[in-house]
């Protein structure tokens, strides 16, 4: 029994030994076209398999690679971010602290105002007791 010459518009394969002996098992007694055939699509789907097996393997490593540069861009971000807020806050702590040392001096100096024209307001009355003594006739 000799092989046929395969079809020029079949693509050549290679048939591996599993397949050879599987198709040769399950159909024994059927033409050695058929079985040349299905051998050939057998291992067709078997490469295209593993050919999507690996790019489907490659591009989850890829993903996996860009999830992390993404993840540690993401991070590099928010430290950034938060570096400058906190330059943020301490600005804002400094103007609230200076805003409230500014109140403080402002209510400090109404104060001393105030003693001192309660000051002036009693060496007033006390001058003018003072004068009016000095200046009252004699009894």
């Known amino acids: ?15 591996t030994p599993q397949t050879d002996a599987l198709v040769e098992k399950e159909m024994a007694g059927e033409s050695d076209d058929l079985k040349r055939e299905t051998k050939a699509l057998i291992d067709a789907l078997k490469k295209r398999a593993q050919a999507e097996a690996a790019a489907a393997t490659e591009t989850a490593q890829s993903v996996g690679t860009m999830t992390r540069d993404a993840y540690l861009d993401a991070v590099r971000k928010a430290r950034e971010t938060l570096e400058q807020n906190q330059l943020l806050f301490e600005r804002d702590r400094i103007e609230y602290s200076m805003k409230l040392i500014q109140m403080e001096a402002e209510k400090n100096w109404e104060s001393i105002l105030n003693e001192v024209k309660e000051w002036g307001d009693r060496l007033s009355e006390a001058a003018k007791a003072a004068w009016e003594k000095l200046t009252a006739p004699r009894e």
């Open 1 to 15: 029994m000799t092989e046929p010459t395969p079809n020029t518009e079949t693509a050549i394969v290679e048939v």
